[in-house]
């Protein structure tokens, strides 16, 4: 299974970007899917989620400027992000929990390879 991230770029303050990313490959199921960010010298952290039943989390530093939604038919997961500040500046990497057979019950963590974004104040 691969996924593969795409949207970041350089932005100025107040803007707005789409991350996408697309997971291929044997692919049963997909259950959460989410994206993280890894900004210089600080550790990967959690900025939304999603789950098979459409509920989703977001951290509070990115509520009501990120949305994350899912296209299960195209085993794609998006990052809508808004009203960008200098802070949200780092690599933003996806994440699917993906079952790969109906006969292997038990679900693997895969990563895209990141996107970077970059805001300028």
Not at 52 to 71: L, P
Request: aromatic share 10%; net charge neutral.
């Amino acid at each position: 299974v691969q996924l593969q991230a795409s949207g970041g770029g350089w932005v100025q303050a107040g803007g707005s970007l789409r991350l996408s990313c697309a997971a291929s490959g044997p692919i049963f199921s997909i259950n959460g899917m989410g994206w993280y960010r890894q900004a210089p010298g600080k550790q990967r952290e959690l900025v939304a989620s999603i789950i098979g039943d459409g509920s989703t989390k977001y951290s509070d530093s990115v509520k009501g400027r990120f949305t994350i939604s899912r296209d299960d038919a195209k085993n794609t997961v998006v990052l809508e992000i808004h009203s960008l500040k200098p802070e949200d500046t780092a690599v933003y990497y996806c994440k699917a929990d993906v079952r790969t057979s109906f006969i292997e019950p038990d679900s693997q963590v895969y990563w895209g390879q990141g996107t970077q974004v970059t805001v300028s104040s």
